[in-house]
């Protein structure tokens, strides 16, 4: 090879490493999927109109109620919503204060238990909910953008190993239905391929909103592994993974499925 | 706290026929459900829903428990002048939300 090649791979690599468009993209982490879809394409076409609805999307409910808790308790530190569009896609993120990694909803949990001064509240109730969907809602749009170095390395490595590891009586994997299967039926369900960019989620078999969590923990329940309680840091770790995993995937929360 | 989402057209010029959204937070727990420990989970339903305008019903709906959770109601209306329109939902466990909205017709 010439040296004048050398030095322009060596020049390329040192311009990545200074930073690729997003955080952690110079580190090299072998992508299972070639391409990336939204669930949004496994639903029918009238789920996919009622997410599209901007008036009928009922996830919208939720973001009403968490606009109003936000001007209520938080508008008086922050400096507005508008300053707060991006925030959706960092998460989940490490605190220094809580010395851990954590995720969007344990952030304003936090937020609201020491410096609000409100008492703390199941993760999967309403108030925490409509907090969360109000802010991923304003990312809408925008894909993760999520750092998975530094401090965040660790998490993530123990996401991803969670994702490629079977567990439960059915000795599943995630990896192998939402990457080896994706696309293919499980009885009447299509297999998706499993992203996180659309959660909070409406879902209609649930007839409410809920969490990642609360998708993840009724994942392992199908698998027939004992699902972990909510907050678990190994969930957090694997939205922390997910989120990465969703690639350029734009975010679309409230989304709806079935 | 908002509880209801409502949709009314702007720019309505007299005579116009305009549809008017409507989405409310409610479980709509059929009745017919168990928890997980099999005891059954009380019904608890809206029943009834009317849009008056002026004193006057305009659109009137009575809600069974096939309905699915926050329910989504739409009608028309022909608008021939402005006013103020009040929207009510009642329900089982004494269940009771209004909510008005200004209807602005250009004649």
């Known amino acids: ?258 | 706290m908002a509880k209801a989402r409502i949709n009314i057209p702007r720019n309505v010029t007299a005579g116009d026929v305009i549809e008017i959204k409507t989405l409310i937070t409610h479980p709509m727990e059929t009745g017919f459900r168990v928890d997980s420990l099999g005891v059954r989970i009380p019904r608890n339903i809206l029943t009834h829903f009317s849009v008056t305008f002026a004193d006057q019903v305009v659109f009137e709906a009575e809600l069974q428990p096939g309905i699915a959770a926050n329910p989504y109601i739409s009608f028309h209306l022909k608008a021939e002048r402005g006013g103020t329109l009040t929207f009510t939902w009642r329900g089982q466990n004494d269940f009771s939300v209004t909510e008005t909205r200004e209807l602005a017709v250009a004649s």
């Open chain 1, 1 to 258: 090879m010439r040296p004048s090649i050398v030095a322009s791979v060596v020049l390329a690599l040192l311009v990545c490493a200074g930073g690729c468009d997003r955080p952690g993209a110079s580190i090299n982490v072998q992508r299972t999927l070639t391409e990336v879809q939204s669930g949004y394409a496994y639903q029918a076409p009238e789920t996919q109109s009622l997410q599209d609805d901007d008036f009928g999307n009922p996830g919208l409910l939720w973001v009403d109620k968490g606009i109003a808790l936000w001007e209520v308790h938080c508008a008086s530190c922050h400096e507005g919503l508008d300053h707060m569009t991006d925030v959706a896609t960092r998460y989940p993120r490490f605190d220094p204060a809580l010395n851990r990694v954590i995720n969007l909803t344990q952030r304003i949990d936090h937020c609201r238990t020491e410096h609000v001064g409100l008492p703390a509240v199941d993760y999967e109730s309403e108030e925490l909910l409509a907090l969360t969907v109000a802010l991923t809602h304003l990312a809408d749009g925008q894909p993760y953008a999520v750092d998975i170095s530094g401090n965040n390395a660790a998490a993530f490595e123990r996401g991803r190993a969670y994702y490629y590891t079977r567990r439960g009586q059915m000795n599943l994997a995630c990896h192998h239905c939402h990457e080896v299967n994706a696309g293919k039926k499980l009885r009447g369900e299509t297999l998706s391929q499993g992203h996180s960019n659309g959660y909070p989620t409406y879902r209609l078999q649930w007839q409410t909103l809920g969490s990642l969590q609360r998708r993840l923990r009724f994942c392992n329940a199908a698998m027939r592994a004992e699902p972990f309680a909510y907050g678990a840091q190994a969930y957090v770790d694997l939205e922390l993974f997910l989120a990465w995993r969703a690639d350029d995937l734009a975010l679309e929360s409230p989304a709806v499925r079935r």
